[in-house]
């Protein structure tokens, strides 16, 4: 009888999705205007995507159109700062850091059904009908959720809408569900091309499952293969991503292409909470076969979850993908929604291919993308040898956010001792706080950060040390080494790139207030080469304020 009741639910809840093409919009949220948000806010990251106000999560849809235009969609809750009352909200860039809020793209179909993650792509050759005349039809697929009335879950099955204006405004294809089901755990499908097929990905999320689908044309899909239980279980999977990269040499040149198949688990990570997975191998269309058993992790902190690739980057380039920056320990009670009326930020965009690292093998790296639309001044540039220190005021820096790049070479690894070290604080003079991060160049040479001193949010599980041993690095294996590190300051946010991006680190942090000195100091062997290079970032929003300090969007949409 159970099952019965099951199935009839999930046949229920296909023909209220198949007989309606409408959807049902909350009074309170807007449609055909952007949602107005307020950026000036002193923990508001101002190179990172936000959403205006409310709460977002995942990344979703992400695509770049055959003009430029990168568009990022995501998990979006326009009436609370908590997680719920799923949309898809949206933002367009040219340059993947200057983002214009459009208004909401998808709207839940019913009150009690809602748009969970997904992805997007272009259907250039029409293969789904949609598009007469077209080359620039986009197609989303994406997961519905039902629940009922007394909050109990209902099924989630995989849907689609299609956009005949580039991926402003979108209608319910009438034939949903695209692939049926009646369990609880099925979401987040992300979808590529291959050869001359569509490819779907989605997590069976509690049965530890990534089931693979096939179609000609988006509408009619045949299960293909399972990927089952692998690496880190956690407690569930969620947010599978299927990405061809290609393997670069020593000299950058492409010499071979690998897949990777990324997982995000939650909760179980090894911090706790949330995190993602990664796993190299081969697709032949149908199946995903692991190169190795191996499991990798795409950051080692804790703030990058569900990253997405986005659709449109040609193959044999490098790919590019942007995560969401929190983890859902404590990603509904961060201060900046009661403070500022927002929840959530997205990491910066990150350039990814494989390379081989010392005694690893394969790996995926990590840098942020081509950063010259936000560099502004430079603030400070040094080059020493050995011991060295430097200090920074940067209060007047407007934005808050500084790009730092240390590079250090000719480091000879006989004259290491526990105390060579280069270390990085960030402060604020004005509270005493102190965010911390170094690295130890002997021993088991880790890189860490500690947001221990910051002290403008308390939650048991908003833990506050992170370190990597960098065993990749050439500083165990070769008697003269080299180190290197990237890193963006960004108000609440901090991402860090060491060792050429063979590690990545997110760490949020919630100040009391705004830290603006920066110190550095390198104790190393005499003819280590220490050169520093930091630079102010421009704010990615000010530009869109109006006269009142409001960024208000592309109030032109097509959609109506």
Not at 62 to 70: C, I
Not at 169 to 185: A, H, K, L
Request: hydrophobic residues 40%; glycine residues 8%.
């Amino acid at each position: 009888m159970a099952q019965f009741l099951k199935l009839a639910s999930a046949a229920l809840f296909a023909a209220s999705i198949a007989a309606q093409n409408s959807t049902y919009v909350n009074p309170a949220v807007p449609t055909g205007t952007p949602v107005v948000g307020d950026y000036n806010g002193a923990l508001r990251p101002q190179v990172h995507f936000s959403p205006p106000q409310g709460f977002a999560n995942d990344p979703n849809g992400m695509f770049v159109d055959a003009n430029g235009t990168w568009h990022l969609y995501y998990q979006y809750n326009p009436t609370g700062t908590v997680a719920g009352n799923q949309h898809w909200g949206h933002a367009t860039s040219d340059d993947l850091y200057h983002w214009v809020n459009q208004p909401i793209a998808l709207f839940p179909p019913e009150e009690t059904v809602y748009v969970f993650s997904g992805s997007a792509v272009v259907d250039s050759n029409n293969t789904s009908g949609f598009f007469p005349g077209q080359d620039n039809g986009v197609v989303a697929v994406f997961t519905l959720a039902r629940y009922y009335a007394d909050g109990s879950a209902g099924p989630q099955t995989q849907n689609i809408a299609y956009s005949r204006d580039g991926g402003y405004s979108f209608e319910y294809y009438d034939g949903n569900p695209v692939i049926d089901s009646t369990s609880t755990q099925f979401r987040d499908p992300k979808v590529i091309w291959y050869e001359d097929h569509w490819v779907l990905v989605a997590a069976y999320s509690q049965e530890f499952t990534i089931g693979v689908w096939t179609s000609p044309d988006l509408k009619d899909w045949m299960f293909a293969s399972n990927f089952t239980p692998h690496g880190l279980l956690g407690t569930q999977y969620e947010c599978p991503n299927l990405v061809k990269l290609p393997v670069r040499g020593a000299d950058g040149a492409v010499i071979d292409e690998k897949y990777v198949l990324a997982i995000s688990i939650q909760p179980g990570a090894p911090l706790g909470g949330s995190i993602t997975e990664y796993f190299l191998g081969d697709f032949n269309g149908t199946h995903f076969t692991t190169l190795d058993p191996v499991t990798r992790l795409t950051d080692f902190a804790k703030d990058n979850y569900a990253a997405q690739f986005f659709y449109g980057v040609p193959d044999g380039q490098n790919q590019i993908n942007i995560g969401w920056a929190s983890n859902w320990q404590y990603a509904q009670q961060v201060p900046t929604g009661n403070l500022e009326g927002w929840r959530s930020a997205m990491t910066v965009p990150r350039v990814n291919y494989l390379t081989e690292a010392p005694r690893i093998g394969l790996v995926m790296v990590d840098e942020p993308y081509d950063l010259a639309p936000i560099l502004d001044s430079q603030l400070n540039v040094s080059m020493f040898n050995g011991d060295g220190t430097i200090a920074l005021d940067y209060s007047s820096v407007e934005s808050g956010a500084l790009y730092l790049e240390v590079n250090v070479t000719n480091i000879n690894t006989t004259l290491l001792t526990q105390y060579s070290t280069l270390n990085i604080s960030f402060a604020s003079p004005a509270s005493g706080e102190i965010l911390q991060s170094g690295f130890y160049f002997s021993g088991d040479t880790p890189f860490f950060v500690n947001r221990g001193g910051i002290k403008g949010f308390d939650n048991v599980f908003f833990t506050d040390k992170f370190s990597i041993s960098d065993i990749y690095s050439a500083v165990s294996s070769n008697e003269f080494a080299s180190w290197s590190m990237k890193a963006i300051i960004d108000r609440s946010i901090f991402e860090v790139f060491v060792d050429h991006g063979f590690h990545a680190g997110t760490v949020v942090f919630y100040p009391l207030q705004p830290l603006t000195t920066l110190n550095i100091a390198a104790h190393l062997p005499s003819d280590a080469q220490v050169s520093v290079d930091i630079r102010s970032l421009k704010s990615a929003w000010a530009q869109f304020e109006n006269q009142n300090g409001a960024v208000t969007g592309n109030a032109t949409s097509t959609r109506s």
